[in-house]
């Protein structure tokens, strides 16, 4: 190693991060678990240092922050730049740092690479920034590059649809590239940005795994590459090719995260970082409040008679917050017209929305409405008298019959504030569902930019009011939209059986807190499936709940059903809107379980959901698990009014509450009583 090496530590919660240079670019020589404090740094950059051998050429090239072509690297380039029209190949070498922000000049080419860590929460956040003193065309700027694990053989990296959002999918690593890119102007549900990286034989609850989100809303590119020399890099950056000509680029935040204990590790730093860190509460002490959405009672069939009688039973059923959704503005009969022209539509609300929104507060609750702001249809005052305002072609494909603003313009986004402004100083409103429902024609990071502008813009005037961030469900979710909302409506589907899973594997992401569940009405919307109430009122429990139906169709039976849930949420959100969500392993592939554990361990609550039927008669035993082994816990089924009558066993847990040794529950695990899909079994727990 020369004598002119530097090497630096950069520590968070549970993970190391090791960084050498011999004047250039620095690199990672480590990235894993918490090294000791004294560890001999300069050791590990020479451990680090690789043999030579035939084929190949006569030194092997750093990985660094940015590997470039231009010091011999042969893999994915971290920075691939352009000015008038030719290709730049810089070679940086580093002028300054304090051991956590590091600045790189090329001088000869006017070049700056600056690249900042920060610990946030249990996670480490990873920033580059690329300064040029004359104008460049930018094709890709990697955040700070860090080797992939080697003992890791696959990546678990998502995928997903409308309806069908967060669906893992594995691929292993292998030569070559595995690149994952989102062009659709939003993070979308199709490529999230968001990948792990587990170490051969980890699962939900033990092993090493490492974990990356790149907070951005506009699109974005992951490569995770195999080098021929057995070394492996993953690049994060937003989508290629979509930064227009300038002379300042910077990356979104790329947080990384290390565990030992398995894939909840990273998900609890994840869920933590966003609740804790990244999301900033209008009302710190308010709780999370009950809600309740008309969407799929009314659609655009607005009558403030009806809402008004829908708003007093959904009071009565606990609901503590009333959203009115789509069709009270323009002429919004259907989603064919009027996107773009937000005042309230006279024919509906003769008396505008004031008499609505005193009677919920009458009845206990606040007031929320549904905007669609980046959004116009053709068949609008707004197209009509400003068609240049419209992003992409004039003969583009619409979605959803409706084209998108072009929010990189000042005036669109001065029009937009107007509007919605204007709405919220003359209506008390405290929450706004703000949809986003096409993909962008063009991908253009632009269009994001005036998206957090115009959002800024109305949390600065407005700092009570709470967003939920909502594309089409959950095509936009990520550290970037929520620095800026609240809530995220994780998919369009109420179906309880399809949000079992989706809400297990988002937990890899999102807390409780900032997840939005809403019980449906009997025969799902999107679906057409019909569950019982039980199951249907207890999947949205688990997170952010809220009702979306018409509650004059519920029996009476399902109405104290959905009272008595409600009321059992309120009971213990204090503690599990902080709680930790912890993906249980199975060894029953029909359960989908999941523990949320009180973040001073005093208490939990499991839910295990019955999702198909077991292949064996009885069920396999369910491990819990983060308890502390020689503690007791006092376990009680709350939901044994829910045992079928095919349940004929006598069984402790269906009888009361027993006392099991915290050991006993993550060696052995819980017996759960017999069941048939569609069902959910809600268990708590205490430590004694």
């Not at 609901?319 to 959704?325: C, Q, Y």
Request: with cysteine; hydrophobic share 35%.
């Amino acid at each position: 190693m020369s004598k002119e090496t530097q090497v630096w530590r950069i520590d968070a919660p549970g993970q190391t991060l090791v960084l050498s240079s011999n004047g250039g670019l620095p690199g990672a020589v480590y990235w894993g678990p918490a090294l000791p404090a004294a560890a001999d740094l300069n050791a590990i950059a020479s451990a680090e240092i690789r043999d030579v051998t035939g084929g190949m050429i006569d030194s092997l090239p750093t990985l660094t922050l940015c590997p470039q072509a231009a010091d011999g690297f042969q893999g994915q380039p971290g920075l691939v730049t352009y000015r008038n029209g030719k290709p730049l190949h810089p070679q940086f070498r580093l002028t300054a740092t304090d051991g956590q922000c590091f600045t790189c000049h090329d001088d000869a080419l006017g070049l700056t690479l600056f690249f900042d860590f920060e610990p946030v929460g249990d996670t480490l956040a990873a920033m580059t920034t690329l300064v040029s003193n004359d104008e460049i065309t930018l094709h890709h700027l990697s955040a700070p590059v860090v080797p992939g694990p080697q003992m890791a053989q696959e990546i678990i990296d998502f995928a997903g649809r409308w309806i069908g959002e967060f669906q893992l999918q594995n691929t292993p690593w292998r030569a070559g590239v595995h690149m994952r890119e989102s062009r659709t102007g939003r993070s979308g549900h199709e490529h999230p940005p968001l990948a792990y990286f587990p170490e051969t034989g980890a699962t939900n609850t033990s092993g090493t795994v490492f974990a990356m989100h790149y907070g951005w809303s506009g699109g974005h590119v992951m490569s995770a590459e195999e080098l021929p020399d057995g070394r492996r890099q993953i690049q994060w950056g937003h989508a290629t090719g979509t930064q227009r000509i300038g002379t300042k680029f910077i990356t979104a935040p790329l947080y990384l995260s290390v565990s030992e204990t398995g894939l909840n590790g990273c998900g609890v730093a994840f869920q933590r970082l966003l609740r804790d860190h990244v999301v900033t509460w209008p009302n710190t002490v308010r709780p999370r409040p009950v809600h309740y959405n008309c969407w799929e009672a009314v659609y655009f069939n607005h009558d403030p008679d009806i809402l008004t009688d829908i708003a007093t039973q959904a009071a009565e059923l606990g609901a503590e917050r009333f959203v009115l959704d789509d069709g009270w503005f323009g002429r919004r009969d259907d989603d064919t017209s009027s996107l773009g022209d937000w005042d309230i539509d006279p024919r509906k609300w003769p008396d505008g929305l004031t008499p609505l929104i005193q009677h919920v507060q009458k009845l206990g609750m606040t007031f929320g409405i549904w905007f669609e702001p980046e959004m116009v249809n053709l068949d609008s005052d707004l197209a009509r008298a400003h068609p240049n305002w419209i992003l992409g072609p004039s003969n583009q494909i619409e979605g959803r019959q409706q084209r998108v603003l072009d929010l990189s313009t000042p005036d669109v986004r001065d029009h937009l504030y107007r509007k919605m402004s204007g709405i919220l100083s003359s209506n008390n409103i405290d929450y706004i569902k703000w949809d986003h429902n096409r993909l962008l024609p063009i991908a253009d990071s632009a269009q994001t930019e005036g998206v957090y502008e115009l959002l800024l813009d109305l949390r600065t005037a407005f700092p009570l009011v709470e967003i939920e961030s909502c594309a089409s469900g959950g095509g936009r979710i990520d550290a970037g939209i929520l620095g800026l909302t609240q809530r995220v409506w994780l998919s369009d589907s109420n179906d309880a059986l399809e949000r079992l899973r989706i809400q297990h594997d988002s937990a890899l992401l999102l807390p409780a807190a900032i997840t939005g569940s809403h019980v449906g009405p009997r025969q799902c919307h999107t679906s057409g499936r019909t569950h019982n109430i039980h199951f249907r009122a207890w999947v949205a429990a688990q997170r952010h709940i809220g009702f979306e139906m018409d509650p004059r169709e519920l029996s009476e039976e399902e109405a104290d059903v959905l009272r008595r849930v409600a009321k059992w949420w309120k009971s213990n959100r204090d503690w599990r809107m902080g709680a930790d969500i912890l993906r249980l392993d199975s060894a029953d592939p029909s359960v989908i379980a999941e523990q949320q554990m009180a973040q001073d361990g005093s208490q939990f609550v499991v839910f295990a959901g019955k999702a198909a039927t077991g292949t064996q008669i009885l069920p396999r035993p369910l491990r819990l698990t983060g308890l502390q082994p020689y503690a007791s816990y006092e376990i009680d089924l709350i939901n044994r009014d829910e045992i079928h009558h095919l349940s004929r066993g006598s069984t402790p847990l269906k009888e009361g509450p027993l006392t099991l040794d915290g050991q006993y529950l993550m060696q052995h695990g819980l017996t759960l009583p017999w069941s048939f899909p569609d069902r959910i079994w809600v268990i708590e727990g205490r430590r004694i």
